[in-house]
């Protein structure tokens, strides 16, 4: 939900190009400081937490308009240093699949990686209020305060845009009018746009791909309708937000309940861990 899908063009020159100046940076100082911790240790795992985030990004919840991010999951194994790596690794591929454009890379890497950030620092908060014990608990109230905080910082990207094109997105069941969901179940529940080339006419027959210029000319029309004001783009975002929140918070309770109990050591310790002041070939303790 935290991902900006708008195509190059669209947001202000400034904008864009101080938020890839700001993911440069923080993508060369943390890869400076994973470096030294020996991080080509968990090349695997920054490899496998990127791909499963690609992935869920990619399955749309057709009645909300909503992907999960699994941001806050990663950010919870990976750490805050290896995080702002793998979000960046994430929207690149994204960018590159056509989930939102290039200029905004910097942009969404930011709003990424914040999430995991955030989700990792209240996680690590929860537990020392809560407890190893309710790992479970501490996630799913890390995952929706660190959604609901990217959430408003893309409604402020957004503003600060100057809304217009930057508005246009799906609301799914959602007439963004009345703010009321009709007819949820219509098209589907789950949709999945990784590798999606074209798309099914009404009896579920699959279409050929038209021509970039037909299919923009397509999108053109179809999106003039749906520009909204800053306001209501707002008011529809969290109107279907805590919705997708609830359901990835739930998700991540899941995994990381799971991993707490089998493998505790990848929640609590972290994968840059030491032990006696020495580097492990492993995650069995330390910290991030």
């Known amino acids: 939900m935290t991902h900006i899908h708008i195509p190059d063009g669209v947001l202000p020159l400034w904008l864009w190009a101080l938020g890839w100046a700001v993911t440069l940076a923080a ?15 968990k090349v695997p795992l920054i490899g496998v937490v990127a791909a499963l985030m690609i992935v869920g990004m990619s ?22 240093r290896l995080s702002v790596i793998a979000a960046f690794i994430v929207v690149l591929v994204l960018a590159l699949l056509g989930h939102g454009g290039i200029t905004v890379l910097g942009l969404n890497t930011i709003v990424i990686g914040a999430e995991m950030l955030l989700g990792w620092a209240l996680f690590q908060g929860a537990m020392n209020v809560l407890g190893k014990k309710r790992a479970a608990l501490g996630a799913a109230s890390s995952t929706v305060l660190a959604l609901a905080t990217t959430t408003a910082l893309v409604v402020g990207i957004v503003w600060i845009g100057g ?8 609301t799914g069941a959602l007439d963004p009018a009345t703010l009321r969901f009709e007819s949820p179940w219509e098209h589907g529940v789950l949709k999945m746009g990784l590798f999606g080339a074209g798309h099914e006419d009404e009896e579920g027959n699959a279409e050929e791909a038209a021509s970039p210029a037909v299919e923009a000319e397509e999108h053109a029309e179809e999106d003039s309708g749906r520009y909204l004001s800053a306001e209501r783009f707002a008011a529809v975002v969290f109107t279907l937000g805590p919705l997708g929140w609830l ?3 739930l998700v991540t309770a899941g995994v990381i309940g799971y991993t707490a109990r089998v493998r505790p050591a990848l929640v609590f310790a972290g994968p840059l861990a030491r032990q006696n002041g020495r580097r492990i070939p492993g995650d069995e303790s330390g910290g991030h």
């Open 59 to 80: 399955a749309e919840i057709v009645p909300i308009a909503y992907h999960v991010n699994l941001a806050v999951i990663g950010g919870i194994l990976l750490g805050p």
């Open 247 to 249: 359901i990835e918070a």
């Open 27 to 41: 993508v060369t100082l943390t890869g400076r400081l994973a470096a030294r911790d020996e991080a080509r240790r």
């Open 163 to 170: 809304a217009g094109e930057a508005t246009a997105r799906e």
